[in-house]
């Protein structure tokens, strides 16, 4: 059956390190991948996307890479920060889909 | 509106009752997506819609849920005969258009179900 895993549960790190969060999947062959950010009582806030063609996608301080061979996504925030602070939830969709399937989040901390 | 409005925020149910939970969709957009978060972060889709047609329900219970979409009204999800594993925070979202252009969510509506 498709499974994503999203990596640890929880990941804490210092202020100014880059966080990495990784986005793993079985069984599933995505046209598409995103990250959205979601704090606490919040909705998920959308942050990129990137397609089966892209290997990398940068904004601002956020890079996201997708391999197809190795069936993953890895989400990097450099020059962390507190506010940075949130659960990351990464999300797939093939191309005939009708809906986006998310994995179960990462919540990053980052201490001052 | 410039954002997707779900209400209520919060919603108490005894087990047994009806609840209905409602959405309207950012202005313009044409797709319309229901999830059910329960526990911290698991996130399940129940079912999308492109204008007021179902896209994919695949994710429904079919039973007790039922969803609608109808023109010039708030996008509505209802739950008959609500059990306590249905107490969660249901998300609504909207898209332009399906090929994965990002999702806009609404704050959610909170159903605790007692």
């Known amino acids: 059956s498709q499974k994503i895993e999203q990596n640890s549960e929880a990941l804490n790190i210092q202020e100014g390190k880059t966080a990495t969060l990784t986005c793993n999947y079985t069984n599933y062959s995505p046209a598409y991948l995103q990250w959205y950010r979601q704090d606490p009582g919040r909705g998920p806030v959308f942050l990129l996307l990137i397609r089966e063609n892209e290997k990398e996608k940068r904004k601002e301080r956020l890079k996201v890479t997708f391999d197809t061979t190795l069936k993953q996504s890895l989400f990097h925030i450099t020059a962390s920060q507190p506010a940075d602070s949130a659960t990351y939830l990464c999300a797939l969709e093939g191309t005939n889909a009708g809906k986006s399937t998310f994995g179960d989040g990462t919540t990053l901390t980052v201490k001052p | 509106g410039e954002e997707v409005a779900q209400t209520p925020k919060h919603l108490v149910r005894g087990e047994g009752q009806k609840a209905k939970l409602y959405c309207a969709p950012i202005k313009g957009h044409s797709y319309v997506f229901w999830y059910q978060q329960v526990l911290k972060n698991e996130f399940k889709f129940l079912i999308s819609f492109q204008n007021e047609n179902v896209f994919d329900e695949t994710g429904m219970p079919k039973e007790r849920f039922s969803a609608k979409c109808l023109p010039n009204s708030p996008c509505s999800l209802e739950i008959q005969a609500t059990k306590l594993e249905d107490s969660a925070v249901y998300f609504c979202?909207?898209?332009?258009?399906?090929?994965?252009?990002?999702?806009?969510f609404g704050s959610g509506t909170q159903l605790s179900v007692l």
């Open positions: 979202a909207s898209s332009q258009n399906r090929i994965n252009e990002k999702l806009f």
